[in-house]
Every structure is written in structure tokens, then in C-alpha cells.
């Protein structure tokens, strides 16, 4: 071919990518807050002082463990109290029993006996269940967090005092802005902190009036995660399935449309195209770009249409830069160039 500069103009050195399917995708980053399922501040119903601190915190407990006792003496010895009207109610109840006399005065004094036994019975449960309340257990299995008293201290009815979680049922929890949580369903992957794998398992579908955001919830894979921590959540806003795509560098704006270079027998080739998805790598050519096409990929600033070219193969790496293989020796086209790995 002909051109201004002549036939044996020198080729310009030019760096190329192949072109193959791929799969392009888009992603968001947004910040999410760990929280456990089942979380329960555990308050002081009674007033009284604390006695025994009966496990560390952070540890891992089961479900009715003692975790702290209170001492309250008015409590103690309103149970003994108790216990001894029941008893002796219950040995009057049985003297009565063992009277075979069936006059009716008898009688009656038997079921005023056995009716003081119940109710004996009766004040001895509610002072039990109020002695109750100075012993604190653990709700479900658990980790234990740290307490808010120490052994000695004197509390009152409804101050906290330990959190307790639930490890084994954790999840992320994600604001998502209203143009990328439509496009998000359940069942979808997410990256947690850049190395760890989450699933969504629930999307909300009614957005905040306010601050136009919607929450989703996120299970990891791992449970390592600091519960109220924060962590970064990358979601997958959209994606294109086997797509031909190039990075930004290789394309360029003239006459206000999109082109490219692409390299045809050693010469550089001015191709208009169209695109779709902007990836986080890669941009998605719909028109104007087939599979296996050579792009150049950088040098374009002295081409034109139809000059010759030397190309020199890029090592495409995810982070959009290229590692440059130059060749040393006599002038060449394209077509001649040795394969990668040769």
C-alpha cells in the first residue's frame, strides 16, 4: 500500500494484545457491619453484689452455663423463710390426713390445712424465681463478652452486665445505594476484605426514604470477623458472559466516535467501535471488533491509517498493565513475529 511517507517508511514500534472471549465485569465497593444473629445484653433484674464472675471472657460457652452470681441476703432469707412455712404447713396438712375422725369440723380444718399448704407452696416458687434472678446463664451456645462489673461491685436492678453472642450464625450487613441494589439478588457472591467469599442471602426490597439505600445480608465463609466491626464488601453489579473487550488505553476518541487500531499484515488499521459494559478491567466491545483481532494496545499517538508498523506482544495482567516483550533483530511485521513461549 501506498502512503505519504513512502513505501519503505520505517514501521513504528507499537505494543498489541490479542483479542479473546472473557468474562467483563463491573463491581462496587461498599462498607458492611459484622453482626451476630443472636446478640443479648444481659441486665441485672435485682440489686445486690456481685459474688462470683464464673467464666473468662471471649470464651466460648454453652447454653446454661452460670456466667455470674449476685448475693442479695434479703432475697436468701426470704427463700428460707419460705421453705420453713411450707414445711410446717405441709406437717399440719398430713397430721390432719391422718385423722380418721369424718365430723365436719375435722374436715374443715383439713382443707384449711392443705389450702395453707398451697399457698405455702405458691410463695415458695416466687421466692425461688426471685432468688433465680441473682444467677445469670448463658442464653444459647455462645461467646461470652466482657463484663461491665467486677467481683465486689455493688449493681441495681437494670444495669448491664455481660453481652453475649452468637458466633456460628454471623452475617454482613451492606448499605447498598438505590442504582446498584436492583441489580443484586440472592444467592450472589461477594469478596469480603479482598480474600474471603460471602453469599447474599436476603436483598431488602423497600429502600430507606431518607438516605435512598437499601440493606442487603451477607454470610461468610468464615466466622474470624470482629462482631460490630466493620469490613469491605466488593459486589458484582454486572457482568457479560464470554464478551470481547480491551482496556482503555486502546481506544481513543476521533470525529466525536469511538475507535481503534487493529494490526492487518503489518499494518495499522483505523476501526470505529461501538461499546457496552464498562468493566473493572476491560471495556465491552460490541461492534467492530471480532475474536482473535490484534489491538494495539499503546503507541497510538503517531499512527494514521494504514502506516507500518512493528508489534511487540503485551503480557495482559488483571490489573490492566502489560509487561513488554521487545524483539531485537531486523524490521517486522506482525504475521512474522514468534509465538509466546517460543
Same mark, same amino acid.
Given at each position: 500500500?501506498?502512503?505519504?511517507?513512502?513505501?519503505? &517508511?520505517?514501521?513504528?514500534?507499537?505494543?498489541?494484545?490479542?483479542?479473546?472471549?472473557?468474562?467483563?465485569?463491573?463491581?462496587? *465497593?461498599?462498607?458492611?457491619?459484622?453482626? *451476630?444473629?443472636? =446478640?443479648?445484653?444481659?441486665?441485672?433484674?435485682?440489686?445486690?453484689?456481685?459474688?462470683?464472675?464464673?467464666?473468662?471472657?471471649?470464651?466460648?460457652?454453652?447454653?446454661?452455663?452460670?456466667?455470674?452470681?449476685?448475693?442479695?441476703?434479703?432475697? =436468701?432469707?426470704e427463700y428460707e423463710l419460705c421453705r420453713n412455712k411450707e414445711k410446717y404447713a405441709k406437717r399440719d396438712f398430713d397430721r390432719y390426713k391422718g385423722l380418721f375422725n369424718s365430723q365436719h369440723e375435722s374436715q374443715k380444718a383439713k382443707e384449711s390445712a392443705k389450702?395453707?399448704?398451697?399457698?405455702?407452696?405458691?410463695?415458695?416458687?416466687? &421466692?425461688?424465681?426471685? /432468688?433465680?434472678?441473682?444467677?445469670?446463664?448463658?442464653?444459647?451456645?455462645?461467646?461470652?463478652?466482657?463484663?461491665?462489673?467486677?467481683?465486689?461491685?455493688?449493681?441495681?436492678?437494670?444495669?448491664?452486665?455481660?453481652?453475649?453472642?452468637?458466633?456460628?450464625?454471623?452475617?454482613?450487613?451492606?448499605?447498598?445505594?438505590?442504582?446498584?441494589?436492583?441489580?443484586?439478588?440472592?444467592?450472589?457472591? &461477594?469478596?469480603?476484605?479482598?480474600?474471603?467469599?460471602?453469599?447474599?442471602?436476603?436483598?431488602?426490597? *423497600?429502600?430507606?426514604?431518607?438516605?435512598?439505600?437499601? &440493606?442487603?445480608?451477607?454470610?461468610?465463609?468464615?466466622?474470624?470477623?470482629?462482631?460490630?466491626?466493620?469490613?469491605?464488601?466488593?459486589?458484582?453489579?454486572?457482568?457479560?458472559?464470554?464478551?470481547?473487550?480491551?482496556?482503555?488505553?486502546?481506544?481513543? /476518541?476521533?470525529?466525536?466516535?469511538?475507535?481503534?487500531?487493529?494490526?492487518?499484515?503489518?499494518?495499522?488499521?483505523? =476501526?470505529?467501535?461501538?461499546?457496552?459494559?464498562?468493566?473493572?478491567?476491560?471495556?465491552?466491545?460490541?461492534?467492530?471488533?471480532?475474536?482473535?483481532?490484534?489491538?494495539?494496545?499503546?503507541?497510538?499517538?503517531? /499512527?494514521?491509517?494504514?502506516?507500518?508498523?512493528?508489534?511487540?506482544?503485551?503480557?495482559?495482567?488483571?490489573?490492566?498493565?502489560?509487561?513488554?516483550?521487545?524483539?531485537?533483530?531486523?524490521?517486522?511485521?506482525? *504475521?512474522?513475529?514468534?509465538?509466546?513461549?517460543?
Amino acid at each position: 500500500m501506498h502512503n505519504a511517507w513512502g513505501d519503505d &517508511a520505517q514501521p513504528i514500534v507499537v505494543e498489541v494484545m490479542h483479542v479473546k472471549p472473557e468474562m467483563i465485569s463491573r463491581t462496587v *465497593s461498599l462498607v458492611g457491619i459484622v453482626k *451476630s444473629d443472636r =446478640q443479648a445484653l444481659l441486665y441485672s433484674e435485682v440489686s445486690g453484689i456481685v459474688q462470683k464472675i464464673a467464666v473468662t471472657p471471649g470464651s466460648f460457652i454453652r447454653k446454661d452455663t452460670l456466667l455470674l452470681q449476685l448475693k442479695n441476703d434479703n432475697l =436468701q432469707r426470704e427463700y428460707e423463710l419460705c421453705r420453713n412455712k411450707e414445711k410446717y404447713a405441709k406437717r399440719d396438712f398430713d397430721r390432719y390426713k391422718g385423722l380418721f375422725n369424718s365430723q365436719h369440723e375435722s374436715q374443715k380444718a383439713k382443707e384449711s390445712a392443705k389450702e395453707r399448704w398451697l399457698y405455702e407452696q405458691i410463695n415458695v416458687e416466687k &421466692a425461688k424465681k426471685a /432468688l433465680e434472678n441473682t444467677l445469670f446463664l448463658a442464653p444459647f451456645d455462645g461467646v461470652c463478652g466482657m463484663f461491665k462489673v467486677s467481683e465486689g461491685s455493688a449493681v441495681k436492678a437494670g444495669d448491664p452486665l455481660v453481652e453475649f453472642c452468637d458466633i456460628q450464625h454471623l452475617h454482613v450487613y451492606v448499605d447498598v445505594p438505590e442504582d446498584v441494589i436492583g441489580l443484586l439478588k440472592e444467592g450472589q457472591t &461477594a469478596i469480603i476484605n479482598d480474600k474471603y467469599l460471602g453469599l447474599i442471602q436476603s436483598v431488602q426490597k *423497600s429502600l430507606d426514604p431518607d438516605t435512598h439505600m437499601g &440493606a442487603i445480608k451477607v454470610k461468610p465463609e468464615v466466622l474470624t470477623f470482629n462482631i460490630g466491626g466493620t469490613v469491605r464488601v466488593r459486589l458484582e453489579s454486572s457482568k457479560r458472559e464470554r464478551a470481547l473487550g480491551l482496556l482503555q488505553e486502546a481506544i481513543f /476518541l476521533q470525529k466525536g466516535k469511538m475507535h481503534i487500531y487493529l494490526v492487518k499484515n503489518g499494518l495499522a488499521k483505523l =476501526q470505529p467501535i461501538e461499546i457496552g459494559l464498562r468493566g473493572d478491567t476491560k471495556i465491552e466491545i460490541t461492534s467492530g471488533l471480532l475474536k482473535d483481532d490484534t489491538v494495539i494496545l499503546r503507541g497510538q499517538s503517531k /499512527l494514521y491509517d494504514g502506516c507500518p508498523v512493528q508489534a511487540c506482544m503485551g503480557k495482559y495482567t488483571e490489573n490492566g498493565g502489560a509487561e513488554t516483550l521487545l524483539f531485537e533483530g531486523k524490521k517486522k511485521g506482525f *504475521s512474522d513475529l514468534p509465538k509466546k513461549n517460543q
